[in-house]
C-alpha cells in the first residue's frame, strides 16, 4: 500500500508539469495584457511607461523562459505578488478559501444526504409512482440553469417575501453582533447558495444511486439473503446498499475538485467573497500569478481527489488491494 | 408416511415486457422426511422457479397464479412475509449454482453465516462465531478460523460451495433444496459435494430436494424423480422406476441420450 501511494504521488509530477504547461500557454495566448485594463485609457500612461512595468514583472521574456521562472519559483510554494494589489498570490487565496469550502463542502454533504435515499427509495419499485415523479422532479432541476434558478429564488424568498438575506455574506451592522449571533447572521445568508448549489447536482448523484441500488438489487446474493430468511430490511440496508454504494464512494472522491471549482457562477450571483470570483477576477484583469496558483490549486485538488477516491474504493471493497 | 412437502398444481406466470411467460404449470410434488428427491429437466423447465416459488424468493416480476405448497401441514403459499421469515433458512434453506457470485462479495464469510444464525437462533456474536466455526468443520473445511476471515473472492468455487451449504445448514433445516449445487464447479469437485451432502444427510436427518439436468446425478443419489418440461412435471417415479420403464417421450429421449454417451 505504502509503495503503491508513493507511485501514484510520483505520477502525479508529469501530469502537474503538463496542466501548467498548457495553462501558461493558454492564458498568454488570450488577446489582453496585465496592464490594459488600468491603463489603455489613461492618456498619462505612455507606452514607454508600460514596457517599463512589463519588464518588471518579466512580462517582456520570450514565453518559456518566463515560465521556467515561474515553476522555480513555485516548487518553493513561491506563487508571486498579485499585479492587482501587489499582496502574495497565497495570501489572497488563502483568506478566500474557507467560505468556499464551507458552501460546497455544505452542499456535498446536502446533495449525498438528499440523493442517496431518493436513490434508494427509486430503485424499490423502478417505474413505479415514486420512481417516475422523482425522475420528472429531478431531470427538471437539473435542465434548469442555476443562476436563472438562483435569481428567481432571490425575487421570491429574498424581495417578495423578504425571509432570506439577498446576496453577500455578513448582514451590514456584523461587527456588533455577539458571537453567537455572527455565525447564525453567515448561516443565515448561505442558506440560498448553499440549497441552489444542492439543487442543481441532485439529478446526477440520486440517478446514479438508483441505478446502482437496482442493479445490486438484483445480484444473486441478494437471493441468497432472502433465503436465508433476513427480514427485507437487512436485505435492503446491509446487502443491497453496500454493494450499491461502493461506486458512490468514488463519485464522493471526484466531487472533491468541484469543492473550489464550480463556484464561480453562484459566487458572483450571491455576491459572495470566495475563491470562484477571485479566480474571475483573475481572468478578467489578466493576473498571471494568480491564475496560475488557481490553476495548480485545482489541479493538485483533482488529483488528490483522484486518489482518494481509488484509496477509499480499496478500503470499502475487500476484492480491490493495491500493490505496489 | 406423511409428506414434509407437498405442492398442488402450481403456477408461476412471468410478466415481460409485452406478454406473459407461463414458466409453472401446474405443478406436483411431494417430498417425504428424510428423502432426497431429484427434479430433472433441461434449462428452462422450470424447475429453479419451481423452487424459488416455494419460499416466494421469485424475482419481483415472477406472480404465483395458482397452488398450494404444504410444508408441515402448513401452506407456505397462504403465510405473509413475517411467517415466511421464520421458514426461510430455518425449516428450509436453499443452495445455489455458482456459490461465489450468490455469496456478497463485501462480508467475510464469518459474517455471512453468523447473521444467519443470529437472526434464527437469537445467540449472541460470540456464540455464533463459535457456531459457524464449528458449521465448517462440518463441512470438511481445514483451518475454518482461517476461512471464516475470508471473502468470497479468495476461495475456490469448490470452497465456496462448502460455506454455502454449511450457511443452509446453520439453522438445522428439514428441508435442503440445492439448484444446480455442482453444475459450475469440476467433475472431481463434484464428486466430492455429492459426496458431503449424501454424509451431512445421514448424519443431520434433512430431506433433499436436488435439482439438475445431470441424469447421471439423479440416478446416484435420488430415492425419487421427478422430470420437468416445458413447465410442467411429466412424470415422477421410484428412480429405478423411472429408469427401467420411462413413460414420457421427453424422459426416453433424455435416458437414451445420456446412454449413447455411456455416462449411465
Known amino acids: 500500500m ?118 434508494i427509495k427509486a430503485a424499490q419499485k423502478p417505474g413505479g409512482r415514486f420512481d417516475n415523479a422523482t425522475t420528472v422532479a429531478v431531470f427538471v432541476l437539473f435542465a434548469v440553469p442555476t443562476f436563472w434558478l438562483a435569481l428567481l429564488l432571490m425575487q421570491l424568498v429574498c424581495i417578495r417575501l423578504g425571509w432570506l438575506p439577498i446576496s453577500g455574506i455578513k448582514s451590514l451592522d456584523f461587527e456588533y453582533f455577539s458571537p453567537a449571533r455572527k455565525v447564525m447572521d453567515i448561516g443565515w445568508h448561505l442558506i440560498l447558495p448553499v440549497f441552489v448549489t444542492t439543487l442543481g447536482s441532485l ?86 500569478p494568480l491564475i496560475m496558483a488557481e490553476v495548480v490549486l485545482g489541479a493538485v485538488l483533482t488529483m488528490a481527489g483522484n486518489l482518494i477516491a481509488d484509496i477509499s474504493y480499496a478500503y470499502v471493497d475487500p476484492r480491490i488491494r493495491y500493490k505496489g | 408416511m406423511e409428506n414434509l412437502l407437498e405442492v398442488k398444481n402450481l403456477n408461476v406466470d412471468f410478466q415481460l415486457e409485452q406478454h406473459v411467460i407461463h414458466a409453472v404449470r401446474g405443478v406436483d410434488l411431494c417430498v417425504r422426511p428424510q428423502e432426497t428427491v431429484v427434479v430433472a429437466g433441461e434449462s428452462g423447465s422450470g424447475k429453479t422457479v419451481t423452487a424459488l416459488a416455494l419460499t416466494r424468493i421469485l424475482p419481483p416480476n415472477a406472480r404465483i397464479t395458482a397452488g398450494e405448497a404444504f410444508f408441515d401441514g402448513k401452506d407456505l403459499l397462504a403465510l405473509n412475509e413475517r411467517e415466511l421469515e421464520q421458514v426461510r433458512g430455518s425449516k428450509i434453506a436453499y443452495c445455489f449454482q455458482e456459490p461465489t457470485s450468490y455469496l456478497n462479495p463485501v462480508y467475510s464469510i464469518g459474517e455471512q453465516i453468523c447473521e444467519a444464525v443470529i437472526f434464527h437462533q437469537h445467540c449472541s456474536r460470540k456464540e455464533a462465531e463459535k457456531e459457524a466455526a464449528r458449521l465448517l468443520e462440518d463441512v470438511r473445511i481445514p483451518d475454518p478460523r482461517r476461512v471464516l476471515a475470508s471473502y468470497p473472492h479468495q476461495l475456490s468455487g469448490g470452497m465456496n460451495q462448502r460455506v454455502f451449504i454449511a450457511m443452509s445448514l446453520a439453522c438445522k433445516p428439514r428441508l435442503l433444496i440445492c439448484d444446480e449445487p455442482t453444475t459450475a464447479l469440476d467433475v472431481t469437485i463434484e464428486a466430492q459435494i455429492l459426496q458431503l451432502l449424501k454424509e451431512l444427510k445421514a448424519r443431520h436427518g434433512f430431506a433433499l430436494l436436488f435439482i439438475t439436468h445431470n441424469l447421471a446425478i439423479a440416478k446416484k443419489i435420488a430415492q425419487r424423480i421427478y422430470v420437468m418440461y416445458q413447465g410442467k412435471v411429466v412424470e415422477g417415479d421410484e428412480t429405478s422406476r423411472i429408469f427401467a420403464a420411462p413413460r414420457h417421450a421427453h424422459t426416453k429421449e433424455l435416458i437414451s441420450a445420456y446412454e449413447k454417451i455411456g455416462k449411465l
Open chain 1, 2 to 119: 505504502i509503495a503503491y501511494l508513493f507511485r501514484r504521488l510520483l505520477g502525479i509530477i508529469p501530469v502537474l508539469l503538463g496542466i501548467t504547461i498548457i495553462s501558461f500557454i493558454v492564458i498568454h495566448l488570450a488577446p489582453g495584457k496585465p496592464a490594459t485594463v488600468e491603463q489603455s485609457l489613461n492618456p498619462k500612461v505612455s507606452p514607454e511607461i508600460r514596457a517599463k512595468l512589463y519588464k518588471l514583472y518579466g512580462l517582456d521574456k520570450p514565453l518559456h523562459v518566463q515560465y521556467a521562472d515561474w515553476l522555480k519559483r513555485s516548487v518553493r510554494f513561491d506563487f508571486g505578488d498579485s499585479f492587482a494589489d501587489g499582496r502574495p498570490v497565497a495570501r489572497r487565496i488563502l483568506e478566500r478559501m474557507p467560505l468556499t469550502i464551507l458552501v460546497n463542502a455544505v452542499s456535498l454533504v446536502c446533495v449525498f444526504l438528499a440523493a442517496i435515499p431518493l436513490g
Open chain 1, 203 to 288: 439529478a446526477g448523484i440520486s440517478r446514479y444511486m438508483r441505478s446502482s441500488m437496482i442493479e445490486a438489487m438484483s445480484q444473486p446474493y441478494i437471493v441468497t439473503a432472502r433465503a436465508k430468511g433476513l427480514p427485507e430490511r437487512t436485505v435492503v440496508y446491509k446487502h443491497g446498499l453496500r454493494n450499491a454504494l461502493l461506486p458512490i464512494v468514488t463519485l464522493v472522491g471526484l466531487s472533491i475538485p468541484g469543492l473550489l471549482g464550480g463556484s464561480v457562477i453562484f459566487e458572483s450571483i450571491f455576491a459572495l467573497p470566495g475563491l470562484g470570483r477571485l479566480f474571475y477576477e483573475a481572468v478578467m484583469t489578466r493576473d498571471y
